[in-house]
C-alpha cells in the first residue's frame, strides 16, 4: 500500500467519522405538528415524537409525602438554629426536612448538610447554602408569580434528585478573543466568542455564552434598532447574534420552536407574539434575579472546588428550571403542597 493511498483511507475515515457525528445530531422523521396560530402565519410547533417521550420520562413529579398540618409547637421552639422554618410546625418541619433530602441529597441523606451528632450547627457549607436556597424558593413563589404563576416551585424543580443540578453554568471561559461580551463605546474590536460551538447555542458558532451577559448582567436584548442612523445604535449584527444565542438556548430549554412566544412575520411585534412571550420576558428578569441576588452572593460560602474555572459560582439558566419541557414537570404544581415555601422569609 503506497503512500498516497493510506491518506486516501485516512481521509476518508475521517469524513466518514465526521458524517456520522453531523447525522448523529439530525433529527430523523417522522416529525408532528401543532397549530398555534391562524394558519399561514406559521405559528406552529414541530415535535418529535421520539425526544417527547424521553423527555416526558425525565420530568414526571415524584408523591409528595402526607401532610402534617400546622398544629402543634413551632419547629423554632424546638430544635435549636431554626433561622427560616421557625414559625412551621414541628410536624411540617420535619416532613420538609425529608422532603428535601428525598429531593437535593437521596444517596447522601441528612449528613449531605447536616453534622449528624450536633444537627444545629452550621459547620457544613451545604447547609448554609440550603438555608439560603429555601429562601430563594420561597421568593419565586411569593414575588415571582409573573413567571412560575400559581404552580410555584420547590427544590426537585431544579435538583431532581441530584445535590448539584444538573443543568447549571459559569461564566464563560477562554482567550481575550472567545470570553464573554463586554460593553464598551463605538465599534471598536470586542470579543465575539463565535466559533466555539457549545451546548448553550445547540452547537452553533453563534457567541458560546450568552449567559453572562443577559441572565447575570442587563444588557440589551433588543435586535431591531431604534434609531434610523447609526450614529449611538448598539444593535449591531454582532449584537443581534448575542440575541440569538440566547433565544436558541431558550428554545432548547423549553423543547419548542420559535414561534412558541413570536410570529415569524413580525419576530419584534408584540402584538402579534402569543401570551408565553411575557411570560418569558419575565422568566429572563427572574433567572437574572436569582443569580445575582442569591448565587453571586454565596460565592464566599462555597470551597474552591466547587466553583467554576474563573472562580465564579453555578448559576441557573431557563433549563435548570424547564429541563427540555414547555413547563417544568409539564406543569404540575408541587408547591401547593408545601405552603411554607409560599411566604417570602428573605
Not at 176 to 186: E, F, N, S, V
Not at 199 to 216: C, K, M, R, V
Request: overall charge positive; aromatic content about 8%; some cysteine.
Amino acid at each position: 500500500m503506497n503512500g498516497l493511498t493510506k491518506i486516501a483511507l485516512a481521509a476518508g475515515a475521517v469524513g466518514l467519522i465526521g458524517a456520522a457525528i453531523v447525522l448523529s445530531r439530525v433529527e430523523r422523521p417522522p416529525m408532528q405538528s401543532v397549530q398555534r396560530g391562524f394558519r399561514g402565519t406559521g405559528m406552529d410547533q414541530i415535535y418529535n415524537p421520539r425526544m417527547f417521550a424521553k423527555t416526558a420520562s425525565l420530568n414526571q413529579a415524584p408523591a409528595s409525602l402526607p401532610q402534617a398540618g400546622n398544629a402543634g409547637p413551632r419547629a423554632g421552639t424546638v430544635y435549636k438554629n431554626v433561622q427560616v422554618l421557625n414559625n412551621v410546625s414541628v410536624g411540617e418541619f420535619t416532613r420538609l426536612m425529608v422532603s428535601i433530602t428525598n429531593w437535593v441529597s437521596p444517596a447522601q441523606g441528612c449528613a449531605y448538610c447536616h453534622n449528624t451528632a450536633n444537627m444545629a450547627e452550621d459547620s457544613r457549607y451545604t447547609k448554609i447554602v440550603a438555608r439560603r436556597m429555601i429562601q430563594m424558593v420561597q421568593h419565586i413563589n411569593s414575588d415571582w408569580t409573573s413567571h412560575v404563576a400559581a404552580t410555584g416551585v420547590t427544590c426537585y424543580t431544579c435538583h431532581h434528585g441530584n445535590p448539584v443540578p444538573q443543568n447549571v453554568w459559569f461564566n464563560g471561559v477562554g482567550d481575550p478573543g472567545t470570553g464573554p461580551i463586554k460593553q464598551a463605546g463605538g465599534f471598536s474590536q470586542l470579543p465575539s466568542g463565535k466559533n466555539h460551538p457549545a451546548t448553550a447555542a445547540n452547537d452553533s458558532s453563534l457567541p458560546y455564552d450568552p449567559y453572562t451577559p443577559f441572565l447575570e448582567q442587563a444588557n440589551p436584548i433588543r435586535v431591531a434598532a431604534t434609531t434610523a442612523l447609526p450614529n449611538g445604535d448598539r444593535q449591531s449584527i454582532k449584537q443581534t447574534e448575542w440575541t440569538y444565542a440566547l433565544m436558541t438556548s431558550m428554545s432548547q430549554a423549553l423543547g419548542v420552536n420559535c414561534t412558541y412566544c413570536h410570529n415569524t412575520r413580525a419576530f419584534s411585534d408584540w402584538s402579534q407574539s402569543s401570551p408565553q412571550r411575557v411570560t418569558a420576558w419575565y422568566g429572563i428578569r427572574l433567572a437574572r434575579d436569582l443569580n445575582t441576588e442569591y448565587l453571586d452572593a454565596l460565592k464566599g460560602v462555597f470551597p474552591a472546588s466547587r466553583l467554576g474555572p474563573n472562580g465564579d459560582v453555578a448559576k441557573v439558566n431557563c433549563t435548570t428550571c424547564h429541563q427540555g419541557v414547555y413547563k417544568p414537570l409539564f406543569g404540575v404544581s408541587m408547591a401547593k403542597e408545601f405552603p411554607e415555601l409560599q411566604a417570602s422569609t428573605r
